[in-house]
């Protein structure tokens, strides 16, 4: 158990949590939202610094991550806790096991054995996922201080609910992110996340200042953020304020943890998703967890040449050299090498 950082004390033993944007006010004796960060005796304490609740060797692609070092492996990683509480969520027996039952389970770790799993496994990145890295972040942030130092690189796949302190903390040490924007509605992430879309379309735009590589998840839910409009105003957000060029992965829901009656998303609904996505002007969006789909692949925006093949195995290069289609020669948003 590690002393915490980002908090600042309050009256008495009273604690708050400056991690993520719900900002916490912890008395002692208890804990924060995430279920992982502690306050004892008026000192705020993460419970998950040395606790890894799952650990894979992953294609980055799986991320996912599709313009970020493709073909390569990641060695990804994650704890128990999380700040928000989804009711589709795909995790949720590492994200809400502290939230439910108080249970804080992993197996013993520390950065530096992380780093070193990491290069003798050929990783070419550390990615910090599975549940929420934010809840982590002392782990996530003294892990990849050292990965860094060993040539390694560093990606996030987070909810975007931190706070700006968390952000600028993590500034030089992450280079490439996958951030869930779940629906474009306030209702949405109060009733189905207990949070708040404001905080996550703010984090947004500041991850797109801090130089990271950035790619946008939506999981289309059939009847709770599927409507045309709200993938629309979605859509035009990340065009407008992100980029046309940042990736959108459109994915289809399968029915889970308290949405377990809920059918699977229609392949016609994401289809239609990947069509409002280019004709709001972004040049690449994804369809994910439909194994097969054309439209996992890669295209050229300018010639329509097929550059990067994900319709069998994760990644099979067909027409792409030194980051540029290799018919028209277009330069293709992303870091290849």
Same mark, same amino acid.
């Given at each position: 158990?590690?002393?915490?950082?980002?908090?600042? *004390? @309050?009256? !008495?033993?009273?604690?708050?949590?400056?991690?993520?944007?719900?900002?916490? %006010?912890?008395? =002692?004796?208890? &804990? +924060?939202?995430?279920?992982?960060?502690?306050?004892?005796?008026?000192?705020?304490?993460?419970?998950?610094?040395?606790?890894?609740?799952?650990?894979?060797?992953?294609?980055?692609?799986?991320?996912?991550?599709?313009?970020?070092?493709?073909?390569?492996?990641?060695?990804?990683?994650?704890?128990?806790?999380?700040?928000?509480?989804?009711?589709?969520?795909?995790?949720?027996?590492?994200?809400?096991?502290? *939230? @439910?039952? !108080?249970?804080?389970?992993?197996?013993?770790?520390?950065?530096?054995?992380? %780093?070193?799993? =990491?290069?003798? &496994? +050929?990783?070419?990145?550390?990615?910090?996922?599975?549940?929420?890295?934010?809840?982590?972040?002392?782990?996530?942030?003294?892990?990849?201080?050292?990965?860094?130092?060993?040539?390694?690189?560093?990606?996030?796949?987070?909810?975007?609910?931190?706070?700006?302190?968390?952000?600028?903390?993590?500034?030089?040490?992450?280079?490439?992110?996958?951030?869930?924007?779940?629906?474009?509605?306030?209702?949405?992430?109060?009733?189905?996340?207990?949070?708040?879309?404001?905080?996550?379309?703010?984090?947004?735009?500041?991850?797109?200042?801090?130089?990271?590589?950035?790619?946008?998840?939506?999981?289309?839910?059939?009847?709770?953020?599927?409507?045309?409009?709200?993938?629309?105003?979605?859509?035009?957000?990340?065009?407008?304020?992100?980029?046309?060029?940042?990736?959108?992965?459109?994915?289809?829901?399968?029915?889970?943890?308290?949405?377990?009656?809920?059918?699977?998303?229609?392949?016609?609904?994401?289809?239609?998703?990947?069509?409002?996505?280019?004709?709001?002007?972004?040049?690449?969006?994804?369809?994910?967890?439909?194994?097969?789909?054309?439209?996992?692949?890669?295209?050229?925006?300018?010639?329509?040449?097929?550059?990067?093949?994900?319709?069998?195995?994760?990644?099979?290069?067909?027409?792409?050299?030194?980051?540029?289609?290799?018919?028209?020669?277009?330069?293709?948003?992303?870091?290849?090498?």
């Amino acid at each position: 158990m590690n002393e915490a950082r980002l908090w600042k *004390r @309050q009256k !008495g033993d009273t604690v708050q949590c400056r991690l993520c944007s719900h900002y916490c %006010v912890i008395p =002692a004796g208890e &804990r +924060g939202r995430c279920g992982v960060r502690e306050n004892q005796a008026g000192a705020l304490m993460t419970l998950v610094y040395d606790r890894v609740a799952a650990i894979n060797l992953d294609p980055v692609e799986k991320k996912p991550l599709y313009h970020f070092m493709p073909g390569s492996a990641t060695l990804s990683l994650g704890t128990n806790g999380c700040n928000l509480n989804c009711s589709f969520c795909q995790n949720s027996d590492l994200s809400q096991t502290p *939230r @439910q039952f !108080g249970r804080v389970e992993g197996q013993a770790v520390s950065p530096q054995r992380l %780093v070193d799993a =990491a290069l003798a &496994r +050929g990783a070419a990145s550390v990615s910090y996922t599975y549940s929420e890295p934010t809840v982590f972040f002392e782990l996530m942030a003294d892990t990849a201080s050292l990965a860094h130092e060993q040539g390694l690189r560093n990606i996030m796949v987070s909810n975007g609910f931190m706070s700006r302190e968390c952000l600028d903390e993590l500034a030089g040490l992450i280079d490439a992110a996958n951030i869930d924007l779940k629906a474009f509605s306030e209702a949405f992430y109060k009733e189905q996340c207990g949070g708040a879309l404001k905080p996550v379309l703010e984090n947004l735009k500041t991850i797109r200042s801090l130089g990271w590589w950035l790619e946008v998840t939506t999981l289309v839910i059939p009847g709770l953020n599927d409507s045309e409009p709200e993938l629309r105003d979605l859509a035009r957000f990340i065009h407008d304020e992100l980029g046309s060029e940042t990736p959108w992965h459109v994915s289809r829901f399968h029915p889970t943890f308290r949405l377990s009656d809920c059918a699977s998303t229609p392949t016609s609904t994401l289809e239609r998703a990947w069509e409002i996505g280019r004709d709001a002007g972004l040049s690449f969006v994804y369809v994910g967890n439909v194994p097969g789909a054309q439209a996992n692949s890669t295209f050229c925006p300018d010639c329509g040449s097929m550059l990067l093949d994900r319709q069998g195995c994760w990644f099979r290069s067909t027409s792409m050299s030194d980051g540029r289609c290799g018919e028209c020669g277009r330069e293709i948003a992303g870091e290849w090498s």
